[in-house]
């Protein structure tokens, strides 16, 4: 069956430092892929998506490449915030008989401190 | 507006009560799904309903009930409520079940079995 892996967390890092979140995933066929972001007490709210292979997805500075070779699609911010901090979720969703069910890595905590 | 709503948002009760959590969407969206966040963040996937219909169904014990009056709203019922039963639960909302469809998520019902 489908599944994500995600690098175990929790990241703790200073402000203005580069993050890197891995993301490796099983699946059949060509799914699609997302990143989600869960600030405290606050639902999942959609970060960046890649539906294709060589496809990157961007969105407030992070950016992510499905790359299909590696079955991958890490995160990357170039310069983190205090406001960064949160719980970082890489999803998939197959097609078929998946009915678009999105399948969760077990989320990366992020502490940005000043 | 509030695209995906649910309520309420906190949900304290005791083991063996019968409870219910609301969930609607302004989204227009065909499709729904109820996700189980545990203590440790991990979020799985418990049903789908596409335009009323129950699409998916993971392994969830059949206290658990699913109920979509109509493709605005998606109600879950638990009965005989367990320790066990304590989590956030998540509804979403994508335009249909298609693999390239971002979901929306409401902000989550924190429920509390003592």
């Known amino acids: 069956g489908d599944s994500v892996t995600q690098m175990e967390g929790p990241v703790t890092l200073s402000e203005e430092a580069f993050l890197t979140i891995n993301c490796t995933y099983t699946?059949?066929?060509?799914?699609?892929l997302f990143w989600y972001v869960q600030y405290p007490g606050e639902g999942l709210q959609l970060l960046l998506k890649?539906?294709?292979?060589?496809d990157k997805g961007s969105n407030k500075g992070f950016e992510a490449t499905y790359r299909k070779e590696t079955t991958s699609f890490h995160l990357e911010k170039g310069s983190v915030q205090v406001s960064d901090s949160a719980v970082y979720f890489c999803?998939?969703?197959?097609?078929?008989?998946?009915?678009?069910?999105?399948?969760f890595g077990q989320g990366t905590i992020l502490t940005v401190h000043p | 507006d509030t695209a995906v709503s649910q309520t309420p948002k906190y949900l304290v009760t005791q083991m063996g009560n019968d409870k219910s959590i609301k969930c609607e969407q302004n989204?227009?969206?065909?499709?729904m799904y109820w996700y189980k966040q545990d203590s440790k963040k991990f979020l799985k996937i418990m049903f789908s309903?596409?335009?009323?219909?129950?699409?998916i169904n993971e392994t969830v014990p059949n206290r658990f009930s699913p109920k979509s009056p109509d493709k605005a709203h998606l109600n879950l019922h638990i009965n005989s409520l367990e320790l066990g039963d304590s989590a956030v639960y998540f509804c979403a909302s994508s335009q249909d079940a298609g693999y390239s469809y971002e979901q929306y998520f409401g902000p989550g019902t924190r429920l509390t079995v003592t």
């Open positions: 699946a059949t066929g060509y799914p699609s």
């Open positions: 989204l227009g969206h065909d499709t």
């Open positions: 309903y596409n335009n009323k219909e129950l699409i």
């Open positions: 999803a998939l969703r197959s097609g078929g008989t998946s009915y678009g069910k999105l399948t």
């Open positions: 890649a539906t294709k292979a060589d």
